[in-house]
C-alpha cells in the first residue's frame, strides 16, 4: 500500500505540474511580467540619469559664463580705477627729494602699520 500511494502522489503531482519538475504557464508569464518591469525601470532611471547630466552641464556652463562676466567686470573696473590714478600722479609733479612727501608718507605707514595691529 505505501508504493500505491507514493505512485498516486507522483501523478498528482504530474497532474498539476504538466511534467515533474516544470513551473505551472503562470509562473512563466509572471516572471515575464517582473523582467519587462526590471527592463522598464532600468530605462527610466537611465533616461533620468542622462537628464540630470544634461542639466548639471548647462548649470556649469551657466556659472562658467557668469564668472567669466563678474570677472571680466571687475578686471575693468580695476583698470578703469588704475589709469585715473596714472593719470593724476602724471598730472603732479613732486620733487625729487620733497621732504613734506616723504612725512605724508611716513604718516600713511604709521597708520597702516597702527591699523593693521588692532
Do not use: C
Not at 9 to 36: D, F, M, Q
Not at 83 to 91: K, M, N, Y
Amino acid at each position: 500500500m505505501v508504493v500505491r500511494r507514493e505512485a498516486s502522489a507522483r501523478s498528482v503531482r504530474r497532474g498539476r505540474w504538466g511534467l515533474v519538475g516544470t513551473p505551472p504557464k503562470w509562473s512563466l508569464a509572471a516572471g515575464a511580467v517582473i523582467g519587462s518591469i526590471v527592463i522598464i525601470a532600468g530605462t527610466l532611471v537611465y533616461q533620468a540619469r542622462q537628464g540630470a547630466l544634461e542639466h548639471a552641464r548647462s548649470t556649469a556652463g551657466n556659472l562658467s559664463s557668469l564668472l567669466h562676466e563678474q570677472t571680466l567686470s571687475a578686471f575693468k573696473s580695476t583698470d578703469l580705477a588704475l589709469q585715473i590714478v596714472r593719470g593724476r600722479l602724471e598730472g603732479e609733479e613732486i620733487a625729487e627729494n620733497d621732504s613734506q612727501f616723504r612725512t605724508y608718507l611716513r604718516m600713511r605707514l604709521r597708520n597702516r602699520t597702527s591699523t593693521e595691529k588692532a
